[in-house]
């Protein structure tokens, strides 16, 4: 199959035969059938990646024309994240750039993907005298963006149609939709003061194997990866974590030429991952027909969840730790409960990266609930 790698450029990409096998979803959480996209790795380079062609765009074009941001959550609110004490991800991200640069009194911002401004709202909060701007591709969240940070602060098209230079341009979960990731990365150096930097926030693939199902992501990247496209775009990495959210990669890059030291990030192979994700799915089965579906749960409503749904053909409830998730699952019809609300003797799965799951059924193990995690993921 001729295709040449998104990151490296070179015609040298093999496609594992199991994923055409897997269900997958959109990065709305919505569940697809299996049989779609085609998934390769750079021989290269190693980088993952979906073969771009027009059926696709075509996927593409259909997930993003009814797609709802956080559409799971009570007024599409920003999930939380559970790592010690619930804080929200951008709240994260904002005390993480906070800690890691010297930031002005005053400066401009530009968040890339703003959705309805949960990141201006944040950064807003820790620095008032900044000047914020969002861009969309339309104008669906243009009064919750102007709430933010007053009248005409959101653009809307693409970068490539924004004037102005910044201090500070930030994508979250922008570039692993990118299908020339080099360009638009070049776009937003183009847009940046002098002394100016970019953030970027994106999955982790290797600690996040559901990564791989979401059918909309051009490349699924390690930091190796992302180093690579930052350098052909002209940027110098100086800051990379992939602690902050975890199971996702944090930079923050200048203008510039040079890499940043980092060790190789350790993880399973491509392979290792699909093989991983077909035993999950055959460990939920395995799970529900033991317990029962009436009796069965998904712990979680996200991507993963929604992708276990579809490898199960459904299943009868949810359960979330995020109050703006309880009730009903808008996707799916079934009711989602606080995990104290869970019908006592019920078996829930907690279909997350393993690390992640054996730490939410040791925290609420308490409750009267067989829980179920996933399996070790091997290198």
């Known amino acids: 199959m001729g295709t040449s790698c998104i990151v490296c450029q070179k015609a040298e990409l093999e496609f594992p035969g199991v994923y055409g096998s897997l269900p997958r979803v959109g990065s709305d959480s919505r569940p697809l059938p299996p049989g779609g996209g085609i998934l390769g790795q750079c021989m290269t380079c190693g980088t993952v990646q979906k073969v771009i062609n027009d059926a696709y765009r075509a996927e593409c074009k259909a997930i993003y024309a009814s797609y709802v941001m956080y559409g799971q959550s009570a007024e599409s609110a920003e999930p939380k994240?559970?790592?010690?004490?619930?804080?929200?991800?951008?709240?994260?991200?904002?005390?993480?750039?906070?800690?890691?640069?010297?930031?002005?009194?005053?400066?401009?911002?530009?968040?890339?993907?703003?959705?309805?401004?949960?990141?201006?709202?944040?950064?807003?909060?820790?620095?008032?005298?900044?000047?914020?701007?969002?861009?969309?591709?339309?104008?669906?969240?243009?009064?919750?963006?102007?709430?933010?940070?007053?009248?005409?602060?959101?653009?809307t098209g693409q970068l490539a149609d924004v004037t102005g230079r910044f201090d500070l341009i930030t994508a979250m979960h922008v570039l692993e939709?990118?299908?020339?990731?080099?360009?638009?990365?070049?776009?937003?150096?183009?847009?940046?003061?002098?002394?100016?930097?970019?953030?970027?926030?994106?999955?982790?693939?290797?600690?996040?194997?559901?990564?791989?199902?979401?059918?909309?992501?051009?490349?699924?990247?390690?930091?190796d990866a992302l180093c690579r496209v930052l350098n052909r775009a002209g940027f110098r990495p100086v800051f990379l974590s992939d602690g902050i959210i975890p199971r996702e990669l944090t930079v923050i890059a200048r203008p510039g030429k040079g890499s940043l030291d980092t060790k190789k990030t350790d993880g399973p192979s491509l392979d290792a991952a699909l093989g991983w994700l077909s035993r999950v799915s055959a460990l939920a089965a395995q799970a529900m027909n033991g317990a029962g579906k009436k009796y069965f749960g998904i712990f979680g409503t996200g991507n993963a969840a929604m992708w276990t749904t579809k490898a199960l053909a459904g299943v009868n409830f949810y359960v979330d730790e995020d109050p703006t998730r309880q009730?009903?699952?808008?996707?799916?019809?079934?009711?989602?409960?606080?995990?104290?609300?869970?019908?006592?003797?019920?078996?829930?799965?907690?279909?997350?990266?393993?690390?992640?799951?054996?730490?939410?059924?040791?925290?609420?193990?308490?409750?009267?609930?067989?829980?179920?995690?996933?399996?070790?993921?091997?290198?």
């Open 81 to 155: 994240v559970f790592d010690g004490r619930p804080n929200l991800r951008s709240v994260k991200l904002v005390c993480a750039i906070t800690r890691s640069m010297a930031l002005p009194v005053a400066g401009s911002l530009l968040d890339v993907g703003c959705g309805n401004g949960n990141l201006l709202r944040s950064f807003k909060s820790a620095h008032p005298g900044w000047k914020l701007t969002g861009l969309e591709l339309d104008g669906r969240h243009r009064e919750a963006v102007a709430a933010i940070c007053g009248g005409s602060s959101l653009r």
């Open 327 to 379: 009730g009903i699952n808008l996707l799916t019809g079934k009711q989602v409960y606080a995990p104290e609300k869970v019908p006592e003797g019920s078996t829930v799965f907690i279909s997350l990266p393993p690390d992640l799951s054996e730490s939410i059924k040791t925290r609420l193990r308490h409750l009267p609930i067989n829980w179920l995690t996933t399996p070790p993921l091997e290198n």
């Open 177 to 223: 939709h990118m299908v020339d990731p080099v360009e638009f990365l070049c776009q937003i150096r183009e847009r940046l003061t002098p002394d100016g930097a970019a953030i970027v926030q994106l999955p982790l693939w290797q600690k996040n194997p559901f990564d791989l199902v979401v059918a909309d992501h051009a490349v699924h990247y390690n930091a």
